[in-house]
């Protein structure tokens, strides 16, 4: 038996027991006559005592263990002098009499506390020492917790998970998708799922009724800000339900974990926005409401006054900051090139300073008159001590970019707080959405969500405007800014998704070869049925306070999508190469 305890069990209840405990040498301290050393496992950390006096040997040998060594110690609890209040177990130590050292260990390349001096590239290139961290370490604990309670959750609720295949067919809507040579079929390839989208709807034709699954997807994305490769999904499909069933199910899980997880009492009702609303008012799809410095419209107050930039737009666009009139012209400026920068967009910024004592002092005070600034301010729901900021452009374009700053200035004034959650149910998505390049329609959602039966006149009609007017029966679960979950009520009917493919210029027989398929399971009795997928990592992440999902996964891969403890992808060698039939162009490296 290599232990009786574990490090993170022993308390003064214990004082008189022999017990043996085996772990990793975090530190040693040598004080004089006594050799002290921290003994880390999973579950904490126990001090263990070496006295020269009573037992130089071993308390020599104890002098010579370095940083990670395995090492297994009996020996008796006794009452710690000076007590440890911070930790556990710091009220007890063992009083060492037997030790072996289990296995020795190279200077690892970073300290393992909780404060590491390891960068973050050291720290994934070694990340199983990493996660012996506390910080990684338990993100992983709490990890296993929220899965363990959604599936108890999901299934005491009849929900069946049922796995299905990682290696499917290619079917390039969406994002790109990574592809896996057959050896068997040459010259043919797999795919990995971007998402079990059609397995779980064909899981409903089936008659499984509730069907989840805690599942890896893939996406070959060009690697945004805190984006995996694989990621993990929370998916979820119901027969038999309309919208707000799935909501109803799922703000009930949602609040659950909020409340195991973190002990967060989540308002009864999670608040419904309309996309439009969410545009109009934040600029963005996944508004932040922990605050308010919402969006407002200005066009009809600002054009006609012969400022050229401003008539010749579509949209005009402001926000209120708060508290910030006081902005020096250092301030002014900086902001300004901020909004310039390309993930911005912004052409220039206009502001206005609402000064304490009613005044106001704009950049555009050539073409106004002090009475009509103050009636912009005024329409941009500024009050006395704020600073306007006026964007313009395209409208949907315009709002993004506003929707930015307001996130950009939230952060700046502290408005953002990690620890305050403002859920919100984004509803009424449009069905399509224009794209000019190609001059055709794209699904917002995916080629599978319904539009909502209200609007299937327009759906039917050929004319554009009707087409962008159709709304989708589809709904995001968004908290503080990020969309952590999203689904649809899908499309049942074989001549509807028929009439899906022909918006989306996708013909007949294409839409054959990609989704034969499910559109031949559909003639066989499909019942109506919806669903919705949450992103695992991103609500382990947003639960932990923190916004980057990297710390939330064991083995992530870097930005460029490598693993840089495998150093992966590789190539591989002539021998698989030809066995596969494959021929790489790729330049040598
Ligand atoms: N499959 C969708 C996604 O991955 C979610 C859903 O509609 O259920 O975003």
Known sequence: MYRTNTCGELRLANVGQTVTLAGWVQRSRDLGGMTFIDLRDRYGITQLAFNMETNAPLCEQARKLGRE????????????SSKNTKIPTGEIEIEVTEMTILNEAKVPPFTIEDQSDGGDDLRMKYRYLDIRRNPVKNNLIMRHKMAMLVRNYLSDRDFLEIETPMLIK?????????????????GEFYALPQSPQQ????????????????????RDEDLRADRQPEFTQIDCEMSFVEQEDVLDLFEGMMRHLFKEVIGVEIAPKIPRMSWYDAMDNYGSDKPDIRYGMKIHEITSLVQGHGFSVFDGVEYVGAIAVPGCAGYTRKQTDELTEWVKR?????????????????SVKS????????????AIAAAAGAEKGDLVLVLCGAKRKAQTMLGVLRIEM????GLRNP???????????????????????????????APKPEHLDWFYSNKKEDLERV?????????????????????????????????????KEDADYKFGFIINAFKFGAPPHGGLAFGFDRVCALFGGQETIRDYIAFPKNNMGRDVMLDAPSRIDDVQMDELFLRSTAPAK
């Open 471 to 507: 709304c989708a029966n589809a709904y995001d679960f968004v908290l503080n800014g990020v969309e952590l979950g999203g689904g649809s009520i899908r499309i049942h009917e074989a001549d509807v998704q028929q009439r899906m493919f022909e918006v989306l210029g996708i013909s």
């Open 363 to 374: 950049s555009v005070d050539k073409f106004y008159t002090p009475e009509e600034v103050q």
């Open 419 to 449: 620890k305050e959650y403002a859920p919100l149910w984004v509803v009424d998505f449009p069905l399509l959405e224009w794209d000019d390049e190609t001059q055709r329609f794209y699904a917002m959602h995916q080629p599978f969500t």
């Open 410 to 413: 939230g952060n700046r004034l």
């Open 199 to 218: 397995y779980k709807q064909l899981l409903m034709v089936a008659g499984m009724d509730r069907y989840f699954q805690i599942v890896r997807c893939f």
């Open 342 to 358: 390309p993930q911005v967009g912004a052409k220039g910024l206009v502001y206005i300073k609402v000064n304490e004592d009613g």
């Open 170 to 186: 290619s079917t390039p809507e969406g994002a790109r998708d990574f592809v896996v040579p057959s050896r068997m079929n040459p």
């Open 69 to 80: 060594y395995v090492i297994q110690v009996t020996g008796k609890v006794i009452e710690r």
